[in-house]
């Protein structure tokens, strides 16, 4: 079992900038690649980014590369998600999830542990 915790999500102006944490406890944190997710009211959940279990590559959506920046440190079992340049469209909540594989990594059925969010809002 993986236990997910976000946090750092809260209400900025639009072109602000937001750092979101999850921090994991129970299985050895290094055996999965972490991934951050949204869902907008009314929506469904979708991809943002993820990474590999060592770090080593990084994947993104269209609509947050260049902007968003997925990280993580083992040591302190922690993968983060730097958002900048934020619009009103971002606004969601965020969850990340645990999956043990690389291969599906955008595909929500591939993660099997997820935490339980936190609320990014962006005001125009």
């Known amino acids: 079992q993986v236990q997910l915790v976000e946090s750092g999500g809260g209400l900025v102006q639009a072109g602000g900038s937001l750092r979101l944490s999850c921090a994991a406890s129970?299985?050895?944190?290094?055996?999965?690649?972490m991934g951050w997710f949204r869902q907008a009211p009314g929506k469904e959940r979708e991809f943002v980014a993820a990474?590999?279990?060592?770090?080593?590559?990084?994947y993104y959506a269209d609509s947050v590369k260049g902007r968003f920046t997925i990280s993580r440190d083992n040591g302190k079992s922690t993968v983060y998600l730097q958002m900048n340049s934020l619009k009103p469209e971002d606004t969601a909540m965020y969850y990340c999830?645990?999956?043990?594989?690389?291969?599906?990594?955008?595909?929500?059925?591939?993660?099997?542990?997820w935490g339980q969010g936190t609320q990014v809002t962006v005001s125009s």
């Open positions: 999830g645990a999956a043990a594989s690389w291969y599906g990594a955008s595909q929500i059925s591939q993660y099997d542990y």
């Open positions: 990474i590999r279990k060592t770090g080593a590559s990084t």
């Open positions: 129970g299985r050895t944190f290094s055996s999965y690649v």
